[in-house]
């Protein structure tokens, strides 16, 4: 059998977001800007308190969703229409904006570990004006599948070994799924064949395809006629996450916290929001 391999490996590059969060980011840097769907991921990790304190005060989304993974810590969310809610240890939230929310998320904790992802997924044009939607999914509902060999797969959205993610009805049929492998171990994992993919190393190192990838590593799937990834470990256990969905292969524009498919979009969008009428 014919494995995807690895076409592009992206290191982390360190960054400040929000009020001053410090991130290292993957997607969305000169390396990659896009790999359609996938617009953005950032990592962000850190036990002190002064690298995150600041949060993610009010701003605005239109035209994507935002997708965030909790590992460790706690973030406060809440939007203008009152809608909020606790992200902890292990849940995900995965909001798509649609047409526009104005929200903001802040921690819940002065120090300790805070850890965790957050993934821009964009919106095929005849979606970005939707009404906006949250999946606020605890940890306890995202389900896994072991592997004979000892391979851990915990499951957001998508199906792998018959388990299937809790995310639902999002237009790029995405696969997302937080992929542990013991040392000494290896599984391999079906992507759909017509998905855009990547792995990003978040704990240890081991072999995708046929690249070595470390912590802070993100690497692109090659696309072609194979329809699985290889991960193989020797003398460190790895951690990764594997995303995978349909592209849209759709003109793309994008500014700050808004995407769309056209500039005249993107100025509307700063118009609209300008105005108050963003959120009509
Ligand atoms: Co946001």
């Not at 995978?244 to 808004?258: H, V």
Request: proline share 7%.
């Amino acid at each position: 059998m014919k494995y995807r391999n690895v076409a592009q490996i992206v290191s982390a590059q360190e960054a400040l977001e929000g009020a001053g969060v410090r991130i290292r980011r993957t997607i969305g840097t000169p390396q990659l800007d896009y790999l359609d769907p996938f617009l953005l991921l950032d990592e962000f990790k850190s036990t002190e308190g002064a690298d995150y304190i600041a949060g993610f005060p009010d701003h605005p989304h239109r035209g994507f969703e935002t997708v965030t993974y909790m590992l460790a810590g706690s973030m406060r969310h809440e939007d203008h229409k009152g809608n909020r809610g606790e992200l902890g240890p292990g849940s995900v939230q995965w909001m798509t904006a649609g047409r526009g929310i104005v929200h903001s998320e802040m921690p819940m904790q002065e120090d300790g570990l805070m850890w965790g992802f957050q993934l821009w997924v964009n919106l095929p044009a005849a979606h970005k004006m939707t009404a906006p939607r949250y999946q606020d999914i605890p940890a306890e509902a995202i389900p896994t599948a072991t592997t004979q060999g000892g391979v851990t797969l915990r499951v957001v959205a998508g199906t792998v070994e018959g388990t299937n993610g809790p995310v639902e009805g999002i237009a790029t049929s995405p696969l997302y799924v937080d992929v542990a492998v013991p040392k000494d171990s290896e599984c391999v994992i079906p992507v759909p064949r017509e998905h855009n993919g990547f792995v990003y190393v978040f704990d240890g190192e081991g072999v995708v395809g046929e690249k070595l990838l470390a912590a802070g590593q993100l690497g692109v799937l090659s696309r072609g006629q194979s329809e699985a990834v290889r991960l193989v470990t020797t003398a460190q256990p790895m951690r990764l996450l594997l995303l995978a969905a349909k592209p849209l292969d759709e003109p793309m524009a994008r500014q700050g916290p808004f995407v769309m498919n056209t500039r005249e979009e993107i100025h509307e969008a700063f118009e609209d929001y300008k105005r108050g009428t963003f959120l009509g």
